[in-house]
């Protein structure tokens, strides 16, 4: 079994950071290996890597993302140190505090970063990364075509859903991709942090609402609401969605199409990880009402 606090550490030498007196491993990505490194002359950081990179570009993508997601949209990120094909080496944030008040001001933070960050086109200059496996950001004029192609068909090939899910269930997914328009409301593009689950979301040395690990793209607004919606928030982030939906005009119908546009997340988490946290489940769940009747 890999020591990742001797990984970690020997990464960290080879990239030139000399003073590291030790690694302490840190739990919560499902991807990379993570941990805070002491520095002798130096603060603490943050580090992560890969014991295999699934391309050299991988970090310089997520750099990339959290300047973008900071300059872009007024969301405070960790700074990048370094980001190499083997190492992203980020300042410390803080976990975030208790309370709704927190969740008030992240709510006021998303709302400003989607409201401000609209584009004619869907996609990105490149493709990034989500977890392992690279996020495709072809542009596209049409949201509803960007959607399908490049967030929920993309993964069908992919062995790991081609196990999970039946015939039936991939003609209810195609099914469902031809009623897109049908189903979600026509939304501008704005700039989406791509992977907004709960653990996510950190703070800054004075309680700010802080972002990491993005997997950024110009997509619908809902995109980052549906991951956060649906990856278990605490109870005090209840006023977040409250205030989120009247910053932003929501309307009151915004909550049924949570499962829909989480499909996304889904699949690329069944295709991913042997474990999927019921994601197959909630695959399936959702596309039972577009599944053939008998």
């Given at each position: 079994m890999?020591?990742?606090?001797?990984f970690?550490?020997?990464?960290?030498?080879r990239?030139?950071?000399?003073?590291?007196?030790?690694?302490?491993?840190v739990?919560?990505?499902l991807?990379?290996?993570?941990?805070t490194a002491?520095?002798?002359n130096?603060?603490?950081?943050?580090?992560?890597?890969?014991?295999d990179?699934?391309?050299?570009?991988?970090?310089?993508?997520?750099?990339?993302?959290?300047?973008?997601l900071r300059d872009?949209g007024g969301v405070?990120?960790?700074?990048v140190?370094?980001?190499?094909?083997?190492?992203l080496?980020l300042?410390m944030?803080?976990p975030?505090?208790?309370?709704?008040?927190f969740w008030?001001r992240f709510a006021?933070?998303?709302?400003?970063?989607?409201?401000s960050?609209?584009?004619?086109?869907?996609g990105?200059?490149?493709?990034n990364?989500?977890?392992?496996?690279r996020?495709?950001?072809?542009?596209?004029?049409?949201?509803?075509?960007?959607?399908?192609?490049?967030?929920?068909?993309?993964?069908?090939?992919?062995?790991?859903?081609?196990?999970?899910?039946?015939p039936?269930?991939?003609?209810?997914?195609e099914?469902?991709?031809?009623r897109?328009?049908?189903?979600l409301?026509?939304?501008?593009?704005?700039?989406?942090?791509g992977?907004?689950w709960?653990?996510?979301?950190?703070?800054?040395?004075?309680?700010?609402p802080?972002l990491?690990?993005?997997?950024?793209?110009?997509?619908?607004?809902?995109v980052?609401l549906?991951?956060?919606?649906t990856?278990?928030?605490?109870?005090?982030?209840?006023?977040?969605f409250?205030?989120?939906?009247?910053?932003?005009g929501?309307d009151?119908?915004?909550?049924?199409r949570?499962?829909i546009?989480q499909?996304r997340q889904?699949?690329?988490?069944?295709a991913q990880?042997?474990?999927d946290?019921g994601?197959?489940?909630?695959?399936?769940a959702?596309l039972?009402?577009?599944r053939a009747?008998a």
């Open positions: 890999l020591n990742s606090s001797a970690l550490s020997e990464r960290l030498l990239a030139g950071l000399r003073d590291v007196v030790s690694v302490e491993p739990s919560g990505g991807a990379a290996l993570a941990g002491t520095r002798r130096a603060p603490p950081v943050f580090v992560k890597a890969f014991a990179p699934p391309d050299d570009d991988v970090f310089a993508a997520e750099a990339e993302g959290l300047a973008a872009r405070a990120t960790p700074e140190i370094l980001a190499n094909r083997e190492l080496v300042t944030l803080r975030r505090p208790a309370g709704e008040s008030e006021h933070q998303l709302a400003q970063l989607h409201l960050t609209t584009n004619p086109r869907y990105w200059h490149r493709d990364w989500l977890g392992r496996r996020q495709i950001n072809t542009w596209e004029d049409d949201g509803f075509a960007f959607f399908a192609r490049h967030r929920l068909l993309r993964w069908l090939d992919q062995p790991r859903v081609e196990a999970a899910l039946e039936a269930d991939r003609v209810a997914l099914r469902l991709c031809d897109l328009p049908e189903l409301p026509d939304r501008p593009a704005c700039l989406t942090h992977d907004l709960a653990q996510n979301v950190l703070a800054t040395a004075d309680g700010q802080a990491i690990d993005p997997a950024v793209s110009y997509m619908w607004a809902e980052d549906a991951h956060v919606w990856t278990s928030p605490p109870p005090e982030a209840r006023r977040f409250a205030l989120y939906a009247e910053l932003t929501l009151s119908d915004w909550r049924a949570m499962p546009i499909l889904h699949l690329a988490v069944l990880f042997d474990d946290w994601a197959a489940d909630q695959i399936r959702t039972a009402p577009f009747r």
